[in-house]
């Protein structure tokens, strides 16, 4: 029997506010399916029931499957659902969450379109990462040598802080376990935090291909975001994990990033410093401006005016 139009899409008042979200759940080797209104994780231990409505992403690693009736669940909630590799490495495919508005994509678009604009955003968030650094009429290659030393220093100072040997940065993207302790961990913490960020970025409505630091890949902008808080909570994070030993230290790494991560409410931050980079203040989102709880879509007339859709012009001059 069809279920098409026989359940409504959740209005943007019923959902969770991102912000508000757990941060990740990450599952591996089990069957994710569906209980009332909640998701249930089923493996050799038993099965584990998850609030769909309170997960920012749900993070799926080698051995899971997933019914129909789990992915709508997600879909009604607004839940970013991203496909991933072993430990977290590799990013296969994501679904999107529920968007409401375009005003967030149409305000990063706008920024983006304008290599000036474009530039002035790629400052804001080098200043965003790094306060005591004066990025005004920085170039490019000034912003990128900025943050090349920053991250080399922030490196050394968690190796002598947790007393980790320390080399240098090596990544086989074939390999993950070639890697020594501290570099699985980065990795993987680098991981989770791109999941974060591409959760907050598709609520958001915006789009993960448009970038103003990453440029050419399709999520430019989540690896953007994802940068933000690199050397305040990955990379310390990392090195935390690695102390303990090389074993499971991707796990390890997921387990410890869940507390900072909560503790510093990132979701909701994440959310109001894309909106501040962008110079977003919501006001023509019908969800956050006058409270209504209906989606809103216009059309756009001469001067950039915004006309009511559903009425046929056919017979009138739209000025």
């Not at 989102?285 to 012009?313: C, F, I, K, M, P």
Request: net charge negative.
């Amino acid at each position: 029997m069809s279920t098409v139009s026989r359940r409504g899409a959740s209005s943007p008042h019923e959902l969770t506010r991102i912000g508000e979200r757990l941060s990740f759940v990450y599952l591996e080797r089990c069957t994710v399916h569906r209980d009332s209104n909640a998701i249930t994780a089923e493996d050799a231990n038993g099965v584990t029931h998850l609030p769909s409505a309170t997960i920012g992403t749900l993070l799926l690693g080698p051995g899971t499957r997933v019914t129909h009736q789990a992915m709508a669940l997600l879909g009604e909630s607004g839940t970013g659902v991203v496909w991933v590799g072993e430990h977290g490495v590799r990013y296969y495919a994501g679904g999107r969450a529920l968007t409401r508005s375009s005003g967030l994509v149409e305000a990063q678009a706008t920024a983006w379109a304008n290599r000036r604009t474009r530039l002035d955003v790629a400052r804001a968030m080098y200043r965003l990462r790094f306060p005591d650094e004066d990025t005004a009429g920085r170039t490019r290659k000034e912003l990128l040598g900025m943050e090349g030393q920053r991250v080399r220093d922030c490196y050394r100072r968690e190796s002598r802080r947790m007393d980790v040997p320390w080399r240098r940065r090596e990544f086989n993207r074939d390999d993950f376990s070639a890697g020594d302790a501290p570099n699985q961990a980065i990795t993987a913490a680098a991981q989770c935090m791109y999941g974060v960020s591409h959760s907050v970025v598709a609520a958001l409505g915006c789009s993960p291909g448009l970038g103003f630091v990453h440029s050419g890949h399709e999520r430019s902008f989540v690896m953007d975001v994802a940068d933000f808080y690199r050397t305040e909570i990955a990379i310390p994070v990392a090195f935390d994990a690695a102390a303990e030993g090389e074993e499971d230290v991707a796990t390890r790494t997921r387990r410890m990033l869940r507390d900072p991560i909560n503790q510093i409410g990132l979701l909701d931050r994440c959310v109001q410093d894309i909106k501040g980079l962008l110079d977003y203040d919501g006001t023509r989102d019908t969800s956050e401006s006058n409270g209504a709880s209906q989606d809103r879509v216009t059309l756009l007339s001469d001067g950039d005016r915004h006309v009511e859709s559903g009425h046929n012009y056919g017979d009138e001059i739209v000025w």
